[in-house]
């Protein structure tokens, strides 16, 4: 799959950010909505040392790389959103995560060495929308990680904030009815328009993403449209009312009042 890659600068560590906006990436907002934000800027001028940008088109996946035991870099995502993705081979899918900015990717190649290869023959990612992402280069996060306590103390408290928020999804895909988890995903995948909140996702698509079926969340989707929560023009679902889809989401408003 297609991916635009920016040459790294060849900037000296303490130059490294200042690189990076030279270069027209946002590095400032998406470090100040990471659990980066709060380290010395020493410390992120190292980890960005030898940085690359990559940027993938909406509509694609993250492309593996042709070697099973290399895994995707480091990376801090700087604008767009991925979707982590668990599919079986009988064509079921399940979210395991989004993925916006701020939020860090490639964890596993730097923590997860012994981590079966197996495990992650169904774990696909999907570009959600267009994604820049700056990775970092495997050799100094990790010197960052052995060297730098502050460092290690941010990435275990993001680490078990990503464990807590997937005990929550667990919770509701087992828990909250139907028409929660697609109001979820619509306020998940909504993109602004001028000034509506647009979804281009099909039915199918979203009973793929909540785990149901088609037939079941196009009947949602019709009951939300009659209680005019949303309206939907061809395959695009416009977000009308996105209070009451939040609540929806949270389990409560099951009657769509």
Same mark, same amino acid.
Request: proline share 5%; aromatic share 4%.
């Given at each position: 799959?297609?991916?635009?890659?920016?040459?790294?600068?060849?900037?000296?560590?303490?130059?490294?950010?200042?690189?990076?906006?030279?270069?027209?990436?946002?590095?400032?907002?998406?470090?100040?909505?990471?659990?980066?934000?709060?380290?010395?800027?020493?410390?992120?001028?190292?980890?960005?040392?030898?940085?690359?940008?990559?940027?993938?088109?909406?509509?694609?996946?993250?492309?593996?790389?042709?070697?099973?035991?290399?895994?995707?870099?480091?990376?801090?995502?700087?604008?767009?959103?991925?979707?982590?993705?668990?599919?079986?081979? =009988?064509? $079921? #899918? +399940?979210?395991? %995560?989004?993925?916006?900015?701020?939020?860090?990717? &490639? /964890? @596993?190649?730097?923590? *997860?060495?012994?981590?079966?290869?197996?495990?992650?023959?169904?774990?696909?990612?999907?570009?959600?929308?267009?994604?820049?992402?700056?990775?970092?280069?495997?050799?100094?996060?990790?010197?960052?990680?052995?060297?730098?306590?502050?460092?290690?103390?941010?990435?275990?408290?993001?680490?078990?904030?990503?464990?807590?928020?997937?005990?929550?999804?667990?919770?509701?895909?087992?828990?909250?009815?139907?028409?929660?988890?697609?109001?979820?995903?619509?306020?998940?995948?909504?993109?602004?328009?001028?000034?509506?909140?647009?979804?281009?996702?099909?039915?199918?698509?979203?009973?793929?993403?909540?785990? =149901?079926? $088609? #037939? +079941?969340?196009? %009947?949602?989707?019709?009951?939300?449209?009659?209680? &005019? /929560? @949303?309206?939907?023009? *061809?395959?695009?679902?416009?977000?009308?009312?996105?209070?009451?889809?939040?609540?929806?989401?949270?389990?409560?408003?099951?009657?769509?009042?």
């Amino acid at each position: 799959m297609p991916n635009e890659n920016l040459s790294p600068a060849s900037a000296a560590p303490e130059d490294a950010l200042e690189d990076l906006r030279r270069r027209g990436v946002d590095i400032d907002s998406a470090l100040a909505e990471s659990c980066l934000r709060g380290l010395a800027p020493a410390v992120l001028n190292r980890l960005c040392a030898g940085a690359e940008v990559v940027q993938y088109p909406g509509g694609t996946e993250v492309p593996r790389t042709p070697e099973p035991d290399v895994f995707q870099p480091p990376g801090l995502l700087v604008e767009g959103l991925l979707r982590v993705v668990r599919r079986h081979a =009988s064509g $079921r #899918e +399940v979210t395991a %995560r989004y993925v916006q900015a701020g939020d860090i990717v &490639g /964890l @596993l190649g730097v923590l *997860g060495e012994d981590r079966p290869l197996a495990l992650d023959a169904w774990l696909t990612t999907d570009v959600i929308h267009d994604t820049v992402v700056v990775e970092f280069n495997p050799a100094a996060f990790r010197a960052e990680l052995n060297d730098e306590a502050a460092f290690g103390r941010t990435l275990c408290r993001y680490i078990f904030g990503l464990l807590l928020a997937a005990q929550d999804a667990l919770g509701g895909s087992l828990l909250l009815p139907v028409r929660a988890r697609v109001a979820g995903h619509l306020l998940d995948l909504a993109e602004r328009r001028g000034h509506e909140l647009v979804v281009d996702a099909s039915a199918q698509r979203l009973a793929a993403a909540v785990g =149901s079926v $088609r #037939e +079941v969340v196009s %009947r949602v989707l019709r009951e939300m449209e009659a209680c &005019g /929560l @949303l309206r939907r023009s *061809g395959g695009e679902v416009v977000l009308v009312d996105t209070a009451a889809l939040h609540r929806l989401a949270s389990g409560e408003g099951g009657g769509y009042s």
